[in-house]
């Protein structure tokens, strides 16, 4: 059978990450307790996971493992010491990196991160740098979404807004099943609903949305089956809430829902990309158990809609990335799941 294929358009960043013991005040200098480098960006941290979690980690002589699943991914990088080895390593996870533009006279985009030790908390500032050059009219005729096109392409929302719209408007009218995490949220204009197959919000995003305060979701015993009807009735066929260590709520337009507890940790390390594991999880279960290429997805997924195996497989493979610190660095490999349960 012809390989089922994701393309993921969106954001490729490099996380600055400092430890401190107290984030300094204004004019103030602290010594920092370590600090990484690291691969991040939402766009390229959800490539990574369908990639990984859709073969196994490849020995270190087989430098491009083969799969049932075509990962591609498309965006933009900026022509400095950051952009060309994110683009190298995410060929080494075996991802399809012809969709990204290394861009001349432009910043690979950067994440400066400060976590606070003790309380945990992340102060992050973003740079979008290349990230914000994918612009909307790149995206107006159906061959600009690949040809054949994919089965599945998943967004963020870190690149710009406009560029997001256009592309849900495009895959749309060809036909092409859409994976929407809309993070960092911001409201959608009415009519972005009625493309998109595929919502995954976390529980802030969702109180965003939806017009709500944040407070008000996250408190315990939160009905999230009013919230998620809210979506289906303005168009999306599936909407899920991932509740962090709770687990997540589904809620499909052909009437299945449930909540799903998290699996079990042995300890939580670090829950950054947790988030974006689920969603590359989520997109590679349902690309398989679509139609081949080329014939009417869409269709098919009115009449087999979302299942609890798909939301199990995605909570399964987001507890490992718990279990590690780091964004794409605990990413897991589809083995690494399979010894888990076994
Ligand atoms: P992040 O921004 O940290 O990547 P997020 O806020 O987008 O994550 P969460 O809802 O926090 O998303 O987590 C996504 C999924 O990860 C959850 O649905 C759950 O399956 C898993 N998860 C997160 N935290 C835990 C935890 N402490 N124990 C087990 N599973 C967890």
Sequence with gaps: MAPKTITIIGSLNTDLVTHTPRVPIGGETL????????????????????ARLSRPKPSSSQTHPTSDVVVKMVGGVGHDEFGPPLVESMKRDGIDTSGIRI???????????????GSGENRILLNPGANYTLKAEDFRAPESLGTPLPDMIVMQLEIPLETVLQILDTAKKAGVDVLL???????????????ITHLIVN????????????????????????????FLRKGVQNVVVTLGAKGAYYATAAGGAGYIKAEKVEKVVDTTAAGDTFVGAYAVSIVRKSLPSGTSLSEEYKHKPLDEEVIRFACKAAARTVEKRGAQSAIPWADEIERHDA
């Design 31 to 50: 010594t920092a307790t370590s600090f990484s480098t690291g691969s991040g960006g939402k766009g390229a941290n959800q490539a990574v996971a369908c």
């Design 181 to 195: 995490n809309p993070a960092p949220a911001v409201k959608l204009p009415e009519e972005a609903y009625t493309a």
């Design 103 to 117: 861009v001349e006279g432009q910043t690979t985009g950067v994440a400066v991160i400060i976590v606070e030790e």
């Design 203 to 230: 529980e802030s995003e969702a109180a965003i949305l939806s017009g709500r305060r944040v407070e008000e979701v996250e408190k315990e015993g939160f009905e999230w089956e009013g919230l998620a009807s809210e």
